[in-house]
């Protein structure tokens, strides 16, 4: 199983990324999938998450900035992230999870069976 998260770099404050999470070796329409990211000295947090069926919870500190979708054609999961903020740099991880989606559940990362390699972003003021 691999998970490959790209789309990460240095933007300035106010600014747009979308991060992009290309997964292979699994049955991508099973999966859950989920973002979470990790700054400079703190816990890796969750970001958002969408089930095999489409839906989808956002963390309180993104909501209305950042939105999830999956094309399960391409096996890809997505992060658009708008009006970002410099409390948004970190490292941020794409996660699959083959359990059962509920919006309470879905933000532990302990539950998360596959993890990519993280992608910078950097959000300069």
């Known amino acids: 199983v691999q998970l490959q998260a790209s789309g990460g770099g240095l933007v300035q404050a106010g600014g747009s990324l979308r991060l992009s999470c290309a997964a292979s070796?699994?049955?991508?329409?099973?999966?859950?999938m989920g973002w979470f990211r990790q700054a400079p000295g703190k816990e890796r947090e969750f970001v958002a998450s969408?089930?095999?069926?489409?839906?989808?919870k956002t963390a309180d500190s993104v909501k209305g900035r950042f939105s999830i979708s999956r094309d399960n054609a391409k096996n890809t999961v997505y992060l658009q992230m708008d009006t970002l903020k410099p409390e948004d740099t970190a490292v941020y991880y794409c996660?699959?999870?083959?359990?059962?989606?509920?919006?309470?559940?879905?933000?532990?990362?302990?539950?998360?069976?596959?993890w990519g390699q993280g992608t910078l972003v950097t959000v300069s003021s």
């Open positions: 969408i089930s095999r069926s489409g839906l989808m």
């Open positions: 070796g699994l049955t991508f329409s099973h999966y859950n």
């Open positions: 996660a699959a999870d083959d359990g059962v989606w509920n919006p309470i559940r879905t933000m532990r990362e302990a539950l998360y069976e596959e």
